[in-house]
C-alpha cells in the first residue's frame, strides 16, 4: 500500500508544470525515504532529478517498494481539477495498474477523487557521480529566468562564464550581442535576493537556451536556484523545494568542434 | 559553432 498526503497540493502541481515541457512521460519511484524521479528528455541533452521526501508529506506511507509509470500530460489534466488550496492524498495499492488522487478542499466541503492509469515504462536510469564543482552560484531564481528569457533574443546558446568578480551570462547571434553581469551582493535581511558566488577555479560553459528556458519553469518553486559548474561537467541547475526535497535538472554542455 | 553533446556521454547507464 502506497499513500501520501500533501497539505499543499500546489506544490506538486508546479512541479508538473516545470517538468512537462522536458518530459511526457515518468516513473515515480516510491520507496519509504519518499518520492524519487530521474528522466532524460527524449534528445538525452537534459535531465530531471527530483526528490520529495517522505517527513516533508503530511502523511505518508510505503510498505513496499512501487514504480508508477506515469503519462504527465495526464497527470497535469488531474492537478487541473485541483484547488489552489487543497489537500492531495495519493493512493495506488501494492502491483496495481491505476493510481488514486484525492482533492480536499480546506473547508473539508469538497471531495474529488480521480483514478489514472499507470504505464510500463522502459526506464533508463544514469548514474551521476559526484562532482567537485569549479564554482556554485546561488542567485534569485526570478532574475535567472528574467536573463535566461532576455538573453534567448538574441542566440540559441548562452554562455554563462563564472570569475572571483561575477557571472557573466552572454548570447551572440544575428541582432547582435547581449551581456548581463552579476556581482556577488550579499543581503543579510533578505538571503533570497543574494547573489554568491563559490569559486574554485573559473570556468565558462555553453550551454542552449531552450533548455535553460524549460528550467526556468521551475522559478515557482523556490526564491533561489542554483547552478553548479565544472569544465567539460554538465551544469546542474537546483531548485530547492522548502520543506520537501529538491528539483534538479542537468543539462550537457555544448562543446566547440 | 558549438556542438550540442549529450548526458550519456557524461555519465554511465545504470
Known amino acids: 500500500m502506497f ?3 500533501l497539505v499543499n497540493s500546489s506544490t506538486f502541481r508546479k512541479v508538473l508544470d516545470a517538468i512537462k515541457d522536458l518530459l511526457n512521460e515518468a516513473s515515480f519511484d516510491c520507496s519509504e525515504n519518499g518520492i524519487q524521479l530521474q528522466a532524460m528528455d527524449s ?8 526528490n520529495l521526501k517522505s517527513d516533508g508529506f503530511d502523511k505518508f506511507r510505503c ?11 495526464s497527470l497535469g489534466k488531474v492537478f487541473k481539477c485541483s484547488g489552489a488550496d487543497d489537500t492531495v492524498t495519493m493512493k495506488a495499492q501494492d502491483y496495481a495498474d491505476t493510481v488514486t488522487f484525492m482533492f480536499e478542499s480546506k473547508k473539508q466541503d469538497k471531495i474529488s477523487d480521480y483514478e489514472m ?3 510500463n515504462l522502459d526506464q533508463e536510469h544514469l548514474g551521476i557521480p559526484d562532482t567537485e564543482f569549479s564554482c556554485i552560484i546561488k542567485m534569485p531564481s526570478i532574475e535567472f529566468a ?3 528569457r532576455d538573453l534567448s533574443q538574441f542566440g540559441e546558446s548562452i554562455v554563462i562564464s563564472c570569475t572571483k568578480e561575477g557571472v557573466k551570462f552572454s548570447a551572440q547571434g544575428d541582432i547582435g550581442t547581449g551581456n548581463v ?3 556577488q551582493t550579499h543581503n543579510f535581511d533578505k538571503e533570497e535576493e543574494s547573489v554568491t558566488i563559490d569559486l574554485q577555479e573559473p570556468v565558462a560553459l555553453t550551454f542552449a537556451c531552450q533548455y535553460l528556458n ?3 519553469k521551475a522559478t515557482p518553486l523556490s526564491n533561489q536556484v542554483k547552478l553548479s559548474m565544472c569544465e567539460n561537467v554538465p551544469l546542474v541547475v537546483e531548485y530547492q523545494i522548502p520543506e520537501l526535497g ?8 555544448k562543446i566547440e568542434e | 559553432a558549438a556542438n550540442q553533446s549529450t548526458l550519456t556521454s557524461f555519465f554511465k547507464r545504470k
Open chain 1, 3 to 5: 499513500e501520501a498526503r
Open chain 1, 43 to 50: 534528445s538525452h541533452v537534459s535531465l530531471v532529478s527530483l
Open chain 1, 63 to 73: 510498505d513496499r517498494n512501487l514504480t508508477m509509470g506515469m503519462n504527465l500530460t
Open chain 1, 117 to 119: 492509469k499507470l504505464m
Open chain 1, 146 to 148: 528574467r536573463i535566461i
Open chain 1, 181 to 183: 553581469k552579476l556581482a
Open chain 1, 214 to 216: 524549460s528550467f526556468t
Open chain 1, 246 to 253: 529538491h528539483l534538479r535538472f542537468y543539462l550537457a554542455p
